[in-house]
C-alpha cells in the first residue's frame, strides 16, 4: 500500500508508566514518519507524586467533566450517570491506587508538547499561540 500513515493515540499514552518510556514512544512514532500524529489527552497533571496536589487536580478536572455532561442535553439521567461512573473508575485509580499500581497519570498538555519537540515533531496548532477558554471554566494554554 502506498502513502503515508495516520498514528491516533487518542486517549491512551497517559497509560505508560514512566516519563522515559513516554518518550521513547514518542520517538518510535516518529521514525515510523507519519503522515500525521494525533495526540489527544487530557489536560491536567494526575502525574503529581504529591497526594494532595494530586487530589486537587482530580477534583478540578472531574468536576468539570461532570458539568460538561450534566449539560448534554441529547442524552438521559441514566447515560450522564454511566458516564460519571466511567470517569468514576480513573478517580478511583488517581487517588485511591499507589503510584506504582495506578495507570490514569495525565499531564499537562506542556509536557506532551515538550516531548513531540524533542523527537522533532512539527506542532501545527493556532491554539497553543494563546490562551484558549472552552466554557466551564476549562483553559488550555502552552507557556
Not at 19 to 45: H, W
Not at 119 to 137: N, Q, R, W, Y
Amino acid at each position: 500500500t502506498s502513502g503515508k500513515i495516520i498514528v491516533n493515540a487518542s486517549l491512551a499514552l497517559h497509560h505508560i508508566q514512566s516519563d522515559r518510556l513516554r518518550s521513547e514512544t514518542i520517538a518510535r512514532v516518529k521514525e515510523m514518519q507519519p503522515g500525521a500524529f494525533l495526540l489527544i489527552e487530557p489536560n491536567v497533571d494526575h502525574y503529581e507524586p504529591n497526594f494532595h496536589r494530586r487530589f486537587q487536580n482530580c477534583y478540578r478536572h472531574f468536576h468539570h467533566l461532570f458539568q460538561v455532561i450534566d449539560r448534554i442535553g441529547q442524552i438521559g439521567t441514566a447515560d450522564k450517570n454511566a458516564l460519571k461512573l466511567f470517569f468514576g473508575r480513573e478517580i478511583e485509580d488517581i487517588i485511591g491506587k499507589d503510584d506504582k499500581d495506578r495507570f490514569e497519570k495525565h499531564e499537562p498538555a506542556s509536557q506532551w508538547i515538550d516531548r513531540l519537540k524533542a523527537s522533532d515533531f512539527t506542532i501545527k496548532s493556532d491554539l497553543l499561540k494563546a490562551p484558549v477558554e472552552a466554557g466551564c471554566g476549562v483553559e488550555i494554554s502552552y507557556r
